[in-house]
């Protein structure tokens, strides 16, 4: 069995007009949309609040990343996003890699026989709960967190 931190993670899928919002249970077993924030001002202090709701230990931020590997246009957004929202907040942020967390979550609403219009309400929350049950599967595999935190943790000599 490998170590699984115990605890509610939130996890946030940037976007330029919405931020979708998830939650895990505390055993990490299934993330869940919680709502979809207006991408403002009031932004990060919204997401602070759901946090002290819902009691996280973690915010979990998807980084946009090119399926190569490398930086898309919105990547900056999203590690600038993370960046304020860790600055905020005493509550550890990690960005994480969320390649596709945005198309599975348009192919799963279309399976589920919504259009892209009825969809476009809640796209963003469950991207958000794509990434999250991505980065919940990843530190059940190999007990080590996902992605890295923000900022970089500092090394103590």
Known sequence: MTDFRRGVRLGIDVGRARVGVARSDPDGLLATPVETVARD??????????????????????????????????????????????????????????????VSAHSALRGAGRTQRESRRIVDQVAAVVLLQQALDVEKSTGRPPGFPVPPEQEHA
């Open 41 to 102: 001002d009031a932004s990060i202090a919204r997401l602070l609040a759901i946090g002290d709701e819902h009691a996280v230990f973690e915010f979990v931020v998807g980084l946009p990343i090119s399926l190569n590997g490398g930086d898309t246009p919105s990547t900056a957004d999203a590690r600038a996003f993370a960046q304020a929202l860790a600055e905020a907040s005493t509550v550890p942020v990690r960005l994480v890699d969320e390649r596709l967390s945005t």
